[in-house]
């Protein structure tokens, strides 16, 4: 007998008010919301370059939601790298890995934004005082192996972009890095880059940056369930799971 399969909309990028680009919106409250009205019901937080509203945004998602702790990271090379993990653990153990990887320069919130940081209930508590727009001292070799030794998923943000991709940061994707997923924009070409990239999972997400933008082009995945084997299992396509852009 099969396993049921369900299909779940899913946005895997998403800033919130920590990243200087993120407007001030972008807090758990107003996410949610807007992730529910346009019928996300999965959610990756990936503020750059640090995990320290995750915890805000885990504790106080619905039950409607399934919130997956994140980061975008920046390599040596300026590449950025989708992370995710399975608990906010890891996630949390990686934060600190990168924020002490960091250059120690102090963020100029008149010309970067505000770099806002939330307690458990979702309130500002203070602002990161290190610029997170900033590559931290790992190559893309090195970035990789750490985030699977905790555990987590990595692969290339929005590679159809011309500038902080892989691809135009070193022209190409390593093979001996062993990547099964690539990420891309919400106005890229799907049929150009299933073609030009066949033996690699595709996965559009917002990069929201701003409450309208999330879910925009939200990836669907078919999955038994809502766990991290389940999404493991789409990524990869194994088992029956799987991946559609429409």
């Not at 750490?146 to 943000?157: D, E, M, S, T």
Request: glycine share 6%; proline share 6%.
């Amino acid at each position: 007998m099969k396993t049921p399969l369900k299909t779940y909309a899913a946005d895997l990028h998403l800033h919130t008010i920590l990243s200087p680009c993120g407007d001030g919106q972008m807090v758990p409250e107003l996410v949610f919301a807007q992730a529910l009205k346009k019928g996300v019901q999965i959610l990756a937080i990936t503020d750059h370059n640090s995990t320290r509203n995750l915890p805000a945004f885990l504790r106080l998602c619905p039950p409607e939601l399934w919130v997956i702790p994140g980061m975008e990271v920046q390599t040596k090379e300026e590449i950025h790298l989708i992370c995710l993990f399975p608990r906010l653990e890891p996630a949390m153990e990686w934060g600190k890995t990168v924020r002490a990887l960091l250059p120690s320069i102090k963020n100029e919130k008149g010309y970067f934004g505000s770099q806002i940081i939330l307690n458990e209930n979702g309130a500002a508590d203070g602002e990161e005082e290190v610029l997170l727009l900033n590559s931290i001292d790992l190559s893309l070799e090195e970035t990789v192996a750490q985030v699977r030794r905790l555990g987590g998923l990595i692969y290339p943000a929005h590679i159809n972009r011309p500038a902080f991709s892989i691809i135009s940061q070193i022209g190409f994707i390593p093979e001996g890095l062993e990547f099964k997923v690539l990420e891309i924009s919400p106005r890229a070409c799907v049929e150009q880059l299933g073609q030009q990239y066949p033996d690699y999972t595709l996965v559009r997400a917002s990069d929201a940056h701003y409450l309208e933008q999330i879910g925009v082009q939200a990836s669907s995945l078919k999955l038994a369930g809502l766990n991290w084997e389940e999404l493991i299992f789409a990524l990869t396509r194994q088992e029956g799971r799987d991946v559609i852009l429409h």
